[in-house]
């Protein structure tokens, strides 16, 4: 999902949630993306990298990093599965050949 900051022709600012890009470009070519407080169908799409900013600023160093720490053990668990998953089954579970 995407979300997007717009703004209609009269200077109403809401959000508008997409698949993609090229969803939300395709809405707007058909006129389907419009201001929920007028119906306006003029769209000006807001950069919304003020807000990811402020979210980032917010966060302390000790969050950040404990999130990459997090992110470290989440990526270790996840190779460690995959190496589990990849090994051969030993026959005595596979059960009877048929
Ligand atoms: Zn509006």
């Known amino acids: 999902m995407k979300v997007f900051n717009l703004r209609c022709g009269k200077e109403h600012a809401y959000e508008g949630w997409f698949a993609s890009e090229d969803d939300f470009l395709s809405q707007q070519e058909r006129g389907l993306v419009a201001c929920p407080l ?37 990526s270790q668990w996840l190779r460690a599965v ?17």
Do not use: W
Not at 49 to 74: G, H, W, Y
């Open 38 to 74: 007028c119906g306006d169908t003029v769209v000006v799409r807001l950069p919304n990298a003020s807000r990811l900013k402020r979210a980032r600023q917010s966060a302390t160093p000790e969050q950040q990093e404990q999130t990459t720490e997090m992110m470290t053990l989440q």
């Open 82 to 98: 995959r190496e589990v998953m990849a090994l051969p089954i030993p026959d005595a579970i596979k059960g009877p050949v048929q």
